[in-house]
């Protein structure tokens, strides 16, 4: 069987470093922000080329804390608009509307699966104050068009830049430093995994770094002195001794899926499967290589008898949620097309190159019955 991913085979690499760095956070005798958050968010904003990273507690979170606050800073004010694609995972829009924003849902491009500036501009009105892009899948955003309309509007832009650690534009500049501020999570399942929830936001802003610091930690200043009403979102300790491990790896392995989707890119040869888009270059990190077909379970039915795992990411748009129920009117064609015939296949760096082979092989023998 082809796992679809194998998180224990994964982190068995690290194994030894992380007990190594377990021990030394037992014997430290200090366990909620200490040495190893301050080290990795210090390593992580070197690597992103950001001036700051503030480590936080999930992806979700960092999202609702940048928002949060902007609207501290007086550019966000409740019930403002933000912009964001309609097939994004629903953590996107969570934190919009957790931060009393009302979310404003345009159409990707099918190729790419990103954000369609032209459907920014037509969904501009005079509430909109910021864009939220999402780098799905692990590949970024076209940013020109994004920033060429957020500076013409003196619009914030944000990046959910979960799925897209250490993907490059041609200029060399990171996913988490295209924007004013970017949220990250490191799921166990991301390219950069910690081995339980984590997150961070990257930005340049010293002002808004300041805030979200505080914002994490009860809104505090220093000890026992609140400046604002905060939450505890906190990046935990051994979470960050663990990803400081790993972080160091990140760009081999990211450079091993993108071997894994070249040989997919390449051989995969069926009609009855739609491939994605790759310019060849580092602007995508593959964090899952999602192709579409017509008929959706009849090739996950067959590559399960084929001992071949897939997952759907995902299945319901945001819009069709029953949290969301007040959307149930509206129509996405694209964004519903894509959310019908999407399928992610087996990615990551541990996978044998042998069974790659298999599934490239399998799937071109598919014919749909």
Known sequence: MIKFLD???????????????????????????????????????????????IGVSNGLDALTLILEAYKILGKLEEGDEVIVPANTYIASILGITKAELKPVLVEPNIETFNIDASEIEAAITWRTRAILVVHLYGQLTDMSDVQRIAKKLNLLVMEDAAQAHGAKNTEGKSAGNLSDAAGFSFYPTKNLGALGEAGAVTTNDDELAEIVTKLRNYGSSSKYVNQYKGVNNRLDEIQAAFLRVKLPHLDADNEARRQVALRYLNEIKNPLIILPTYQNDTSHVFHQFVIRTSDRAALRAYLTKNEIGTLIHYEIPPHKQEAYKEWSHLHFPITEK??????????????????????ISVLNNYKNQ
């Open 338 to 359: 894509i959310h019908d015939e999407c399928v992610s296949l087996p990615i990551s760096p541990i996978l044998e190159m042998d069974e790659v082979t298999k599934v």
């Open 7 to 53: 998180l224990h085979t994964l982190n068995a690499r690290f194994e030894a470093e992380f007990q190594e760095e377990f021990k030394k956070f037992l014997d430290s005798g200090y366990y909620v922000l200490g040495n190893n958050v301050k080290a990795f968010e210090k390593e992580y904003a070197a690597y992103c080329g950001t001036k700051h990273c």
